[in-house]
């Protein structure tokens, strides 16, 4: 028992169905206008076609406290996020009369990302995956004041042999108190409650609603105008009406009907929530075979970025760079005419003329252009690189030794 309600487990059975699908997880959402005997029955037929129920209930005015309702939305998400960490399977969210402004809105605000406090981005991930299917049994209510005055008294002491003066008074005092509630609280909220139930939309889960022609509680009217809405946004919807059962008493006054389409509407967001676990293999797979390709090609790029930057390191390293030969090479053919090959050659790179270093050429060019100390460095030719000459640096005392041998030999 907390704040504003309580969560619990009605009947859970961790088995899977026969015909290869898996159980799933009915929340259901009661307000006060359904009692517990009542609320058992639905326990038990969702238990009797494979599927666990949680059970929501929420006190009569947590649907006038958002603050009440927040807090029971997040004690539902944690009992569900923890049994879906350990199995995800199919989930349905089941409102009866008033609860989804009750609790059910706060929860879609919750997992859409759309008020704060929030809860772990995975997990609100983990409850968008997973629910297959919204169910509005007698509901969505549209909560005004002449709503409440009906809800102010129950059936019971309606019923009771008072004077009907006395009965008027009771309904009028509790209605002008909701009223001021009304006014200073609840209508600016009433927008924000309807656009939370539009929003489920984006979740890709059909919707059944359950109705009555003669629900004054629930007139046809808004139940028409919201599956209107929801077709508009893109939700696939289902409504079952019936002529003459009472606010939420369809199942009651319909058995038959009612588990035949409950048990249709169970089997396709079983359907819904395979295709939803293919499509995130696939993205899955997509991102995985995207993320390959970037990775090769880095690799490719920083294999010719070393190639470009790699020198030679010693007189067997060769670095080849293009050059004209295979170019020249188909050009042999003995058909093309004599200009077009003296065409061909003009644009031949000019080959540089080798020059020995131990020559006397070599020794007076070194003597007349080389520095003969940088900052304590001395640079000679040390040997030769793929046939040609090519600078190393020694200390300084290494240096002068070399440069005193260089002096004598040019002077030879």
């Known amino acids: 028992m907390i704040g504003g309600g309580r969560v619990y487990w009605g009947k859970k059975a961790d088995r899977e169905m026969d015909d290869g699908g898996s159980n799933g997880v009915v929340v259901i959402f009661a307000w006060s206008s359904i009692n517990e005997s009542h609320l058992a029955s639905f326990v038990d037929l969702y238990s009797s076609l494979g599927w666990n129920s949680l059970v929501c209930r929420a006190d009569f005015l947590t649907a006038f406290y958002p603050e009440m309702a927040l807090s029971l939305a997040f004690h539902l998400l944690a009992e569900l996020v923890e049994e879906l960490k350990t199995r995800p399977c199919p989930v349905i969210f089941l409102a009866f009369s008033g609860a989804p402004k009750a609790c059910m809105y706060k929860v879609l605000q919750v997992i859409m990302g759309d008020c704060e406090p929030q809860i772990h981005p995975d997990d609100s991930q983990l409850v968008r995956n ?92 808004v139940i028409s105008s919201f599956t209107h809405q929801l077709q508009e946004l893109g939700g696939e919807v289902k409504v079952v009406k019936w002529k003459n059962s009472p606010h939420a008493g ?85 058909s093309s005419s004599q200009e077009e090959q003296r065409e061909r050659s003009s644009f031949r790179p000019l080959q540089p003329t080798s020059i020995n270093a131990n020559s006397v050429l070599g020794q007076f060019l070194f003597d007349s252009c080389v520095p003969k100390n940088i900052e304590g460095w001395d640079i000679r030719f040390g040997g030769c690189l793929n046939g040609q000459p090519y600078a190393t640096c020694s200390s300084r005392k290494n240096s002068n030794r070399g440069f005193k041998k260089q002096l004598l030999r040019s002077k030879l």
């Open 250 to 334: 369809h199942y009651t006054h319909n058995p038959i009907q009612y588990r035949a389409v409950i048990s249709n509407f169970l089997e396709k967001a079983i359907s819904v929530h395979l295709h939803k676990i293919r499509q995130l293999g696939e993205r899955a797979r997509t991102h995985d075979e995207i993320s390959e390709l970037i990775c090769d090609l880095q690799k490719v790029a920083v294999d010719s970025n070393q190639s470009l930057k790699r020198v030679a390191t010693g007189p067997s390293d060769h670095f080849f760079l293009p050059s004209s030969a295979p170019y020249q090479s188909n050009n042999t053919d003995p």
């Open 130 to 221: 997973c629910l297959s299917g919204h169910v509005y049994d007698s509901g969505p209510l549209d909560f005004t004041s002449d709503l409440n005055t009906k809800f102010a008294l129950p059936p019971s002491i309606r019923r009771m042999s008072v004077p009907s003066r006395l009965i008027s008074w009771m309904t009028k005092g509790i209605s002008s108190g909701l009223d001021g509630l009304y006014l200073t609280r609840f209508e600016s909220q009433r927008s924000e409650y309807w656009q939370a139930l539009y929003s489920s939309v984006e979740i890709g889960a059909p919707y059944l609603i359950l109705c009555s022609e003669n629900d004054e509680l629930a007139p046809h009217q």
